[in-house]
């Protein structure tokens, strides 16, 4: 770390009183081990915009965060034993060179806020529909080409899927019992995917799909569309 641990150590002892240590755009090559002294204190960690590539096992050790920012970083994988992170509430991987999400994340149960856009995720992680208190996930510009036909269990708010490859929306979207943002902008949908249930009986009120495969026109020609344009309108007016 060079010049930077005397920094760390500054940050720390006011970490250490706070519970909260931001050390970003510093270089790091490695997760710094001297963390170990405040890991069962902190509750926001911020390494965003550094060089790590990998993350320690030890990570298990910081129970009470409830926030950690790890995007634009090297990351290739995420460890196992993030899951031992029960209290997190949100975790920003964004701008990293993941190609898949653990499966063990599942564990995080108060999670509210993944982000992990610009990455090179080939599958939809599908713990996050186990995830009952997650309100927004954003998976735009990854490498996905399909959705779990079953998506009437994803509890977000707001999806955003812009910038992938994905040829199919499933119908069980208009099941998803939160849904009020769908970002779907540049995939390889035709228009035959955008269905009338999801269009006339989702609660879905902001629907991005351009850039697909059909002229944007065209969707106002869908059955259901009229119902959308509803539950949008409502929407703005409420906003104004």
């Given at each position: 770390m060079g010049n930077s641990a005397g920094s760390l150590e500054k940050h720390m002892d006011t970490a250490d009183k706070t519970g909260a240590l931001c050390f970003s755009h510093k270089k790091l090559?490695?997760?710094?081990?001297?963390?170990?002294?405040?890991?069962?204190?902190?509750?926001?960690?911020?390494?965003?915009?550094?060089?790590?590539?990998?993350?320690?096992?030890?990570?298990?050790?910081?129970?009470?965060?409830?926030?950690?920012?790890?995007?634009?970083?090297?990351?290739?994988?995420?460890p196992n034993e993030l899951a031992a992170l029960v209290k997190l509430e949100s975790l920003h991987v964004e701008r990293n060179h993941l190609t898949a999400l653990p499966e063990s994340l599942a564990q995080l149960k108060n999670l509210k806020e993944l982000g992990a856009a610009q990455n090179r995720l080939g599958q939809f992680p599908a713990f996050t529909l186990t995830l009952k208190k997650l309100d927004t996930l954003n998976l735009a510009q990854n490498a996905l080409v399909a959705l779990p036909a079953d998506m009437s269990s994803l509890a977000v708010l707001e999806l955003d899927l812009n910038q992938n490859q994905i040829t199919v929306m499933p119908d069980t979207l208009a099941r998803c019992p939160r849904l009020k943002t769908l970002r779907m902008e540049e995939n390889c949908l035709p228009l035959t995917?955008?269905?009338?249930?999801v269009l006339a009986q989702s609660s879905i009120s902001s629907l991005s799909l351009s850039g697909n495969l059909f002229n944007d026109k065209k969707l106002a020609d869908q059955p259901g569309y009229d119902k959308y344009l509803e539950r949008y309108t409502a929407i703005r007016r409420k906003l104004d």
């Open positions: 090559d490695k997760f710094p081990v001297a963390l170990q002294k405040v890991s069962g204190k902190l509750r926001n960690l911020d390494l965003s915009h550094n060089q790590l590539t990998t993350l320690p096992p030890w990570i298990e050790s910081f129970t009470q965060l409830r926030n950690l920012h790890l995007n634009d970083n090297r990351l290739k994988a995420l995917e955008v269905s009338e249930m």
